[in-house]
């Protein structure tokens, strides 16, 4: 019966959105049956690029009347499966919804279709002195040449974060409207161009449900002035505990550091090894790198005090980036970290738990622990400004039982991570990979809660299926 | 009805649903009575609660129980050099509980966002009367939709907060307030405010940071009365609480694009905060922006209130809490 659905539903597409707009050929199904999530596999039947708001919203329309599951997908680099159509059916691709429609300087804010990618915004913006704060670092190492390619559509899904947030917020305090389509096909708009909208807060929650309750056509989002100066400090550390601790002494001394990024000695190791290298010292077991903006004056007095604040937590050189072509160049590194990982190992598994700041060390501990004992060695990449972890275990995918060991490893680190009070995804989703540790948080009344939301808006439950819960 | 416990408070949401008795949660009550009106049977009456008071100052996180005095708070943070970076109106006669479940921000917001982003936890009793807890007190966490998102800013009509955690932030350095004259709006974002806000022709801008960030913004900001410290907090709490404009008998909301906030009528009480787009007027708003009345209670015109009405529904299906507030 799906069959017969599959092939009504892709010939009625095709009438609006033309041959290339449709997906079918086994061949080309293939790209589409992973994400950046990859211990993860499923085929879609079919997959579609609609153009406009109105054809995104005639397509899964179709796709609801037949009774398709219906996946949004934008570049694909979910961490959690969130863009694997695990049940089967059909993935909408925001790809040719690509354009930025509007800079309103006047307003502080751009609209943007989906499909946009995070960087583009930066990159028309940054002649105009603004910025769009959501600053992933997300780069692919097997394609440098595709810069950064997270979509805006998929940041909303999963209410990205990245290094910039412990100043500026998460992707959901950078949204003004959103221009959303519901599982039957309807086009609703919420918010605009207004600071809030009166209500219920829909914007907080369509962002982050991971397209299980609508998709995401096109966004309004804040654009923030950039600062006359920026500054980066860099320190490093004997060992982890002092490092964590820095880290808090840094908060808690008032200072509002843009970004706040740790990372460990292999980390380190595996970034200088690449073609990113920036001179980061290799020879300590952690190195934090920190920004801070302002005025000229001001952003120098900032950079002195959280330097001086960091000598005497301990650490074992603190550096001033004068320069700011070295200074671009260590957080270019610091966003290939992902990508470099290829360097000290074939294969990983990237995890996103958060924990009390506090907690940092005890954490990265207990997260290299739980490689150790499985024979796994863990790089571990911190947003420390947040307490968001990225563990890396890296594993050898032609050893067999290796990846079951990664993944197994990778869930011990969550659960450690709700533990210490935190949560087991700071910023890549539950999506399919954390359905199963869902209940480590949430009881079963409030799972239902949620469920029973998902339901207000997907009654059919056909958006992203297999997601979420349990 | 005055529960004393979180028990106390369960058992009389589930009466209440028995009986389709419907009630009006109050801890202090400044903005009990504003905004759209409600149909009540009985004011669910918050003041005995169990006072609950954690301030955690390495991770910046407050616990606090629901109607504790906002003021309290500040103060008991400002001992540690901490601080709740809110600065809405009424401040000095709310509890956090109503500041939360009223989203009510101040010009602060431009910088610091509006007490539902600093939201990172909350325990709440639904309409249904069920004890829930929803978010984790870090400061990212995408695990599960944003419920606490949805609570804050529900006016009371989907669930009684509790408790919540919040995130504060270190005292400044250096604290100033210039009293200056008012202009253009891209004048005023080349200056840096931490927040701006306008107050019967005079704009009050604030800078914070550490001291030469603030003395650098203050001598680009040309004439104007300055207020440091101590006496530029007391400056800027008397503008932004605004007091006597809320004491009016008319007060209403006015919301737009921050480029095309309305001028407010000559001679009319205001406040306006020009880098966020928000206005409140002593008057009825002018044409061709979004308003909302505050005093005297009218319905609001909400966008998707037929979304909203659902989930609505899933909170509170009987409609015992703020029956008809919302949306």
Redesign the interface.
């Known amino acids: 019966m799906r069959r017969s659905a599959i092939s009504g539903f892709a010939k009625k597409a095709r009438e609006f959105l033309g041959e290339e707009g449709v997906l079918q050929e086994e061949v080309d199904l293939l790209v589409y049956e992973q994400d950046g999530t990859l211990a993860l596999r499923g085929k879609a039947d079919v997959v579609v690029f609609p153009r406009t708001v109105q054809e995104m919203a005639k397509v899964v329309e179709l796709a609801y009347n037949y009774g398709i599951p219906i996946i949004g997908r934008g570049s694909g680099t979910s961490l959690s499966g969130g863009g694997v159509p695990v049940t089967g059916g059909v993935i909408v691709s925001t790809a040719r919804m690509n354009k930025i429609l509007e800079i ?1 300087l ?4 751009a609209v943007v279709q989906a499909g946009v990618i995070n960087d583009w915004i930066n990159a028309y913006l940054a002649r105009m002195g603004y910025q769009y704060a959501i600053d992933l670092g997300f780069q692919y190492m097997a394609d440098p040449g595709s810069q950064r390619v997270s979509t805006i559509g998929g940041n909303i899904a ?2 990205s ?1 990245g290094v910039k ?2 100043k500026y ?2 992707t ?2 950078q949204l003004r409207g959103l221009t959303i389509v519901l599982p039957t096909g309807e086009v ?3 918010g ?11 914007i ?2 369509i ?3 991971e397209g299980t309750l609508a998709l995401v056509a096109e966004a309004i989002v804040r654009i923030v ?1 950039t ?1 006359e100066s920026s500054v980066t400090i860099l320190a490093k550390f004997a060992d982890l505990p002092t490092a964590g601790r820095a880290v ?1 002494a840094v ?6 550091p843009v970004a706040m990024e740790l990372m460990d000695k292999l980390a380190v190791e595996a970034v200088e090894s690449g073609p990113y290298a920036a001179g980061l010292p290799k020879d300590a077991e952690a190195v934090l790198l920190i920004q801070v903006e ?9 950079a002195s ?1 959280v330097a001086e604040v960091l000598r005497r937590s301990g650490a074992s050189g603190v550096e001033i980036v004068e320069d700011p072509a070295r200074a671009a160049k260590i957080w270019a590194a610091r966003k290939q970290a992902f990508g470099a990982m290829g360097f000290v190992g074939p294969n990983y598994v990237v995890e996103d738990g ?5 907690k940092l060390a005890e954490a990265l501990m207990l997260a290299r622990a739980a490689g150790a004992k499985r024979g796994l060695r863990v790089a571990n990449v911190f ?1 420390a ?4 972890l990225h563990p890396l275990i890296l594993y050898d995918e032609r050893k067999p039982g290796e990846r079951e060991k990664a993944i197994e490893a990778g869930e011990e680190i969550l659960e450690a991570c709700v533990e210490l ?10 999506g399919y990979m ?1 359905k199963k540790l ?1 209940p480590k ?3 079963r ?3 239902e ?2 469920k ?3 339901a ?2 997907d009654p059919k439950g056909l958006m992203n299926p297999g997601k ?1 819960f349990p | 009805m005055r529960p004393k416990s979180v028990e106390e408070l369960v058992g009389a949401v589930q009466e209440a649903n028995k009986e389709g008795r419907r009630l009006l949660p109050i801890c202090r009550g400044s903005k009990a009575y504003m905004g759209p009106p409600v149909e009540y049977d009985e004011e669910l009456q918050l003041g005995d609660m169990p006072k609950v008071v954690e301030v ?6 407050l616990r606090t129980s629901a109607c504790v005095d906002a003021v309290e708070l500040q103060e008991g943070l400002r001992k540690r ?1 901490r601080r709740l970076a809110l600065d809405p109106p009424l401040f000095r006669r709310s509890s956090i509980g109503g500041i939360l479940s009223t ?1 009510f921000y101040g010009p602060m ?1 431009y910088r610091y ?2 007490p ?2 600093q939201l990172l936890s909350v325990k709440i009793v ?1 309409g249904r009367g ?1 004890l ?3 978010g ?12 606490k ?2 609570v ?3 006016w009371g009509t ?1 669930a009684v907060i509790v408790e919540a955690y919040m995130r504060i ?5 250096s604290v100033a307030v210039s009293a200056t004259y008012r202009r253009p ?2 004048e005023v ?1 080349r200056l ?1 405010p931490t927040g701006a806000v306008e107050s019967d022709g005079v704009l009050y801008l604030r800078f914070e ?9 203050i001598s680009a900001a040309g004439r104007g009365e300055i207020f440091y410290g101590a006496e530029a907090e007391e400056k800027w709490a008397e503008v932004t609480g605004a007091e006597d404009l809320f004491d009016r008998g008319e007060v209403v909301k006015v ?5 095309s906030l309305p001028e407010p009528p000559p001679g009319v009480r205001y406040i306006r905060y020009p880098l ?3 206005m409140y007027l002593a008057d009825e708003p002018p044409g061709g922006a ?1 308003a ?1 009345w505050l005093k005297p209670q009218r319905r ?6 037929d ?2 009405a ?3 529904r ?2 509170d299906p009987n409609g015992v809490l703020s029956p008809g507030r ?2």
């Open positions: 309103d006047e307003n502080e804010v999963h209410n974060g947030c412990f917020g998460v959901v305090n609703r708009r919420i605009g161009k207004e600071f809030e909208q009166a209500g219920y807060d829909l907080g929650l962002t982050g449900s002035p600062y808090s908060i808690a001394s008032g200072a509002m302002g005025s000229l004056p001001g952003a120098k007095e900032e005090k958060t924990i009390p700041r506090k947003h400004g947040d307490g968001n009070g935190g949560t087991i995804t700071g910023e890549h989703g539950v954390k869902l948080m949430y009881r009344e409030e799972i809660l949620m029973a939301i998902k207000v808006f979420i | 955690d100052e390495d991770e910046m996180v050099g989203n917001a966002m509006t539902r982003d639904t069920e829930m807890r929803f984790v007190p870090v400061m990212k966490d995408v695990a599960g939709y944003n419920i998102r949805l804050a800013g529900s989907l932030y270190a005292l400044p350095d709006l891209a974002r840096r940071g550490v001291k030469s960030e603030v003395e650098h913004r919301v737009s694009p921050p480029a966020l787009g928000v979004k909302y609001w015109e909400v966008e998707n209130a979304l909203m659902k989930i609505k899933v909170f919302l949306p």
